[in-house]
């Protein structure tokens, strides 16, 4: 559920609450005046996919790396190339390439076996 922040407008009191979104538009009383509650919009906070972290192997010196593209211009900087392992993050040509020599390899074992 998201967090609402609420304004009085008599005493300018101001309360965050955690509301369902179909309520957030209900009248809402404060709780020291009674004056009516208005909404105050805030800024979304939205976390992103990567923590910047200090990293001791990109250069001579420890570095702190603020974001993935910030990583792969340090490793330029350094002459360093970013390896990935994972067979989805592969170019297609190497797939393809892999796929093909392992039908083959399939296709020795099964002459090898007629024989």
Do not use: T
């Not at 309520?23 to 105050?40: F, P, Y």
């Not at 603020?66 to 390896?83: D, F, I, P, T, Y």
């Amino acid at each position: 559920m998201p967090l609402y922040s609420y304004e009085c407008s008599k005493c300018g009191l101001e309360i965050d609450e955690v509301r369902k979104m179909k309520d957030h538009a209900l009248e809402k009383k404060c709780s020291v005046c009674e004056g009516v509650l208005h909404q105050v919009l805030s800024l979304a906070n939205i976390a992103g996919d990567f923590e910047p972290y200090i990293d001791e192997n990109i250069g001579p010196e420890p570095v702190l790396v603020k974001s993935k593209r910030h990583r792969r211009e340090l490793m330029a900087q350094n002459g360093l190339v970013e390896v990935i392992q994972h067979k989805y993050h592969q170019p297609k040509w190497i797939r393809e390439r892999k796929q093909r020599r392992e039908w083959r390899q399939e296709e020795l074992r099964r002459q090898g076996r007629e024989r």
